[in-house]
T-cell receptor
């Protein structure tokens, strides 16, 4: 069964450093998403992406964040200058164009900012 | 804005016990409702969904019915197994230009043999 994959599974970085989290969505899906879950808190929506542009973003998704689909398979989330409060589990998800609301999630990347 | 509230966890049950995890929501419009499950060390997996009032979603022995009158989507299973131990998330789809999911806080379920 096709699945969403994410790399790396864990990342440790220093405050102020740039990180790039990578995702490979399910191959025939055209909608892509990033969510995050700070330890002990709810899973929160960050951004949705369709047709090479952002469809919607939350208040969390400020100028420090960016997303990109650099090729036909990868979908990336970049944090330009990480802060301590960016430490969280980051989930990528994708969905079909005919059934946008049913989203399939990857296993997540646990980011720790020191 | 839209929101989802789940019963506080953790929940601990014995094998073969009956499970209910409560979920209520607040939303404008008519959202679709979902239960996701997260097994230890894994990502969020879609467990079941319902797209309109009175729909019942079911999968792997789990069921949930979309109750518009009580704005609820409680998850139930008649006889739980140790392998059901996981964190369960209730969510709704909130269409505001693009589909995004709004999640509850998650309920950790532990089943003892």
């Amino acid at each position: 069964e096709p699945e969403v994959t994410q790399t790396p599974s864990h990342q440790v970085t220093q405050m102020g450093q740039e990180v790039i989290l990578r995702c490979v969505p399910i191959s025939n899906h055209l909608y892509f998403y990033w969510y995050r879950q700070i330890l002990g808190q709810k899973v929160e929506f960050l951004v949705s992406f369709y047709n090479n542009e952002i469809s919607e973003k939350s208040e969390i998704f400020d100028d420090q964040f960016s997303v990109e689909r650099p090729d036909g398979s990868n979908f990336t989330l970049k944090i330009r200058s990480t802060k301590l409060e960016d430490s969280a589990m980051y989930f990528c998800a994708s969905s079909e164009i005919q059934n946008q609301e049913t989203q399939y999630f990857g296993p997540g990347t646990r980011l720790l900012v020191l | 804005g839209d929101s989802v509230t789940q019963m506080e966890g953790p929940v601990t049950l014995s094998e073969e016990a009956f499970l209910t995890i409560n979920c209520t929501y607040t939303a404008t419009g008519y959202p679709s409702l979902f239960w996701y499950v997260q097994y230890p060390g894994e990502g969020l997996q879609l467990l079941l969904k319902a797209t309109k009032a009175d729909d019942k979603g079911s999968n792997k022995g789990f069921e949930a019915t979309y109750r518009k009158e009580t704005t609820s989507f409680h998850l139930e299973k008649g006889s739980v197994q140790v392998s059901d131990s996981a964190v369960y998330f209730c969510a709704l789809s909130s269409y505001q230009g693009a589909q995004k999911l709004v999640f509850g806080q998650g309920t950790r379920l532990t089943i003892n043999p």
